[in-house]
Structures are given as C-alpha cells and as structure tokens.
C-alpha cells in the first residue's frame, strides 16, 4: 500500500487566492482526518470524516476553512481567501481505528 | 483548550543514554494513548501505544508508562540512537477514536 498520499507537497500562494490541498487516504479505512501543524500549537485536528461523513469540524479556524470528502479514496481541505496567517504544514491522516497513519503534509506559504 | 500537554519542548541527551519524554492529559474520558515520532519533511509515524487497562507498553528500546491516577504517561527511549532525533508527539483518543496531540517534544541526541 502506498499509504496516505497528499498533493501538492509544497504551495505557495498569494494572500487572497484559494488554496486546494487534496488527500487520498488508504484503502480501506473509514476514518480520514486533516491536521495543521504549527510552531505555536503543534497538531490541531481541523476536522474529521467518519464512512465519508464530516464527524466533527470545532477545529476549522474560519469559514474560510472548507473540506469535503465526496467518496471514500478522496478528501479536499480549501482555503478561500487564504491568508499569511494560513502558512503552516497540513497533514491528512486515516485510520481503521485508533492508529492514524499519517499523509506526508503539504507546506503552504500564503505570500 | 490543550487536552494534552507536553510541557517540554525540547530534549537533548547523549547518545546510549536514556531519553524520558513526558506527557500530561485533562480528559478522564482518553482511554488509549500513543506516541508518534515526526522527521523534518514527513508526516508523524506512529512508534507505540498503550491502552488505559495496562500501565507498561514495552516493543524494544521504546516503553510507555501510564499512570492513570496522575493523567500522566511518558516515552523511555534506551538506549538513545541518533536516529531517534526527531519530534514525538503524545496523543490520547477516547472512544470516538479521534486524536488529541500534544505540542510535541523535539528530541537531540548528542554522539
């Protein structure tokens, strides 16, 4: 299995422009998560999908902050207008049940 | 709200000794606790687990303690390699199976 795969590994935006971070978990798990590292906070969990379903979103900063998750190999977390303070690491993680595996993260830069 | 915290930031030891990482939690409802261990560029790996029924995890040179009554557990890592400098992050999950990290604790260790 090839794991957790995200895409882009790296972007760079200006303020204002969306941002889409994608995210294909691994096959088989029901559960798919996306996190936010930073310096200040370490991970912050951003919202969470149970079997497709967003289970709990308390962690998503703005309502700038979307995500969808419209089957069970594919995620999207978009941010509109992104902003500088947006620039951080964005990990997806999937789990079958308390273990997560964790994606490889997208740095975003918000200019 | 911080439901886990690791109060250390950082961690320096030298190589073949001991390395103690230390975690705390809020939340009496975590019954199942992990440490992940982060190198720069990838995304957290998950390294060893313990559940709220056992108070020692051992799997090589990693044991967990958990000391329910003090909401406390922590890493031993013995002996320390200059592999295992990296960041480890503590995480906790009740029976919902979503994660709450701590700030993470990066770790150095000295040849």
């Known amino acids: 299995d090839a794991g957790v795969i995200q895409s882009p590994r790296h972007e760079v935006t200006e303020m204002g422009q969306e941002v889409t971070l994608r995210c294909k978990p691994i096959?088989?798990?029901?559960?798919l998560f996306w996190y936010r590292q930073t310096m200040m906070r370490g991970l912050e969990l951003l919202i969470y999908?149970?079997?497709?379903?967003?289970?709990?979103d308390s962690g998503m900063p703005e309502d700038r902050f979307s995500a969808k998750m419209p089957n069970a190999s594919f995620s999207t977390l978009k941010i509109q207008p992104s902003e500088p303070r947006d620039s951080a690491v964005y990990f997806c993680?999937?789990?079958?049940?308390?273990?997560?595996?964790f994606g490889p993260g997208t740095r975003l830069t918000v200019l | 709200d911080q439901q886990v915290k690791q109060n250390s930031p950082s961690l320096s030891v030298q190589e073949g000794r001991i390395s103690i990482l230390n975690c705390d939690y809020t939340?009496?409802?975590?019954?199942?606790f992990l440490w992940y261990k982060k190198y720069p560029a990838e995304g957290p790996t998950f390294l060893i687990s313990?559940?709220?029924?056992?108070d020692k995890n051992e799997d090589g040179r990693f044991t967990v303690f958990l000391n329910k009554s003090a909401k406390h557990l922590s890493l031993h890592i013995v002996p320390s390699q200059p592999g295992d400098s990296a960041v480890y992050f503590c995480?906790?999950?009740?029976?919902?199976?979503?994660?709450?990290f701590g700030a993470g604790t990066t770790v150095t260790v000295r040849a």
């Open positions: 096959s088989g798990h029901n559960s």
């Open positions: 999908f149970n079997n497709n379903v967003p289970i709990d």
């Open positions: 313990i559940s709220s029924i056992k």
């Open positions: 993680a999937s789990s079958l049940r308390e273990e997560e595996f």
């Open positions: 939340n009496s409802m975590f019954d199942y």
């Open positions: 995480a906790a999950s009740g029976n919902d199976y979503k994660l709450s």
